[in-house]
């Protein structure tokens, strides 16, 4: 069994910084792209950054130049540091990463999510 488990959401103010961590754990073989997506209310969810495992990124164009991805394939972790915040990046953060289990079967895995408010 693989599980994702976020942390680093909180509440911060317009122009602040916040670090989201995502670690895998589990029956885990290889973990292949790892990515942040995002679900405001009443919108559907979003990729917010994508990184591959030879550190390949790419990001939504509202975050370029303000979010940045890294992951530590040692530690099975995937990390966003958001800076710059606006208000219009409230919403729910989640991890998702495609990874093949020890019984040799690759699924796409989420998160539980972690809620970010960007408020004053």
């Known amino acids: 069994q693989v599980q994702l488990v976020e942390s680093g959401g909180g509440l911060v103010q317009p122009g602040g910084s916040l670090r989201l961590s995502c670690t895998a754990s589990g029956s885990i073989f290889s973990i292949y792209a790892m990515r942040w997506y995002r679900q405001a209310p009443g919108k559907q969810r979003e990729l917010v950054a994508g990184i591959s495992p030879s550190m390949t990124t790419k990001y939504a164009d509202s975050v370029k130049g303000r979010f940045t991805i890294s992951r530590d394939n040692a530690k099975n972790t995937v990390y966003l540091q958001m800076n710059s915040l606006k208000p219009e990046d409230t919403a729910v953060y989640y991890c998702?990463?495609?990874?093949?289990?020890?019984?040799?079967?690759?699924?796409?895995?989420w998160g539980q999510g972690t809620q970010v408010t960007v408020s004053s």
């Open positions: 998702n990463a495609d990874i093949r289990s020890d019984y040799g079967i690759m699924d796409p895995y």
